[in-house]
């Protein structure tokens, strides 16, 4: 099994910047890649970004530019920088962790964090 931990989020002002992060542990051996899903009120759940253990980054097309996701594999933590936020990202962030950078990407993988929730409000 495989535990995820978010951690980081939490009220910005809109512009502001924040840094999530999920820290893995377990039998991470087994995992490839790590991704960010975000989930606003009322709504699905989406891709924001994934990263491979060999640093292939893919971003939704809304993130680009403002949002970066990288991975520190020493210490099996994936990280989300958010910069110039928006109200409309407001929500609960999810990390995930998969076998593959498909199964991350499709929000197919088997293991998920407890999402964090960040806020960006004046």
């Known amino acids: 099994q495989v535990q995820l931990v978010e951690s980081g989020g939490g009220l910005v002002q809109p512009g502001g910047s924040l840094r999530l992060s999920c820290a893995a542990s377990?039998?991470?051996?087994?995992?490839?890649?790590m991704g960010w899903y975000h989930q606003a009120p009322g709504k699905q759940r989406e891709l924001v970004a994934g990263?491979?253990?060999?640093?292939?980054?893919y971003y939704a097309e809304s993130k680009k530019g403002r949002f970066t996701i990288s991975m520190d594999n020493a210490n099996n933590t994936t990280y989300l920088q958010m910069n110039s936020l928006k109200p409309e990202d407001t929500g609960v962030y999810y990390c995930?962790?998969?076998?593959?950078?498909?199964?991350?990407?499709?929000?197919?993988?088997?293991?998920w964090g407890q999402g964090t929730q960040v806020t960006v409000s004046a």
């Open positions: 995930n962790a998969g076998l593959t950078m498909a199964a991350v990407l499709r929000g197919q993988s088997d293991y």
């Open positions: 377990g039998r991470i051996f087994s995992l490839y890649a």
């Open positions: 990263i491979s253990r060999g640093g292939t980054t």
